[in-house]
């Protein structure tokens, strides 16, 4: 039986990996496709970014024990604590948009229902020279 250490490396390795698959299938996906994948990796309780917080935090908390016994350097603890309020803040200001996510994700109303053009928005539209 691996040990335990080893077996959270390997787990890690392979969380890392399975992410940079997503980030490719993310690349390429369509529209609705992307937004269904954004809003799952958004998920605040079970998405990605929910969970990487959560285990910023635990690092934290970890942290914070070996730095109070002398073990760990303090800005390992305070570096690590500010990555999880991070992540919770940057979390927080996703949120306001997860509806209108939702919205891009979520099948058309109706099939006869007649398909207009995206318009791209002013904060997106580059000009060219």
């Known amino acids: 039986m691996p040990a335990p250490t080893s077996e959270a490396v390997a787990l890690a390795d392979d969380i890392a990996r399975r992410i940079g698959q997503l980030t490719e299938y993310l690349a390429q996906a369509p529209p609705r496709q992307a937004a269904r994948i954004l809003a799952k990796v958004l998920d605040a309780d079970e998405g990605v970014l929910g969970r990487m917080t959560g285990l910023m935090a635990a ?5 914070q024990h070996h730095a109070q016994a002398g073990t760990f350097p303090p800005e390992v603890w305070l570096a690590l604590g500010r990555a999880a309020n991070e992540l919770d803040d940057i979390g927080l200001d ?8 939702q919205r891009l994700a979520a099948p058309p109303a109706s099939e006869h229902t007649v398909a207009t053009k995206p318009v791209a928005s002013d904060m997106v539209v580059r000009r060219r020279r």
């Not at 690092?59 to 942290?63: E, I, M, P």
């Not at 996703?94 to 996510?101: G, K, P, T, V």
């Open 59 to 63: 690092g934290s908390r970890f942290a």
């Open 94 to 101: 996703l949120n306001e948009h997860a509806d209108e996510i």
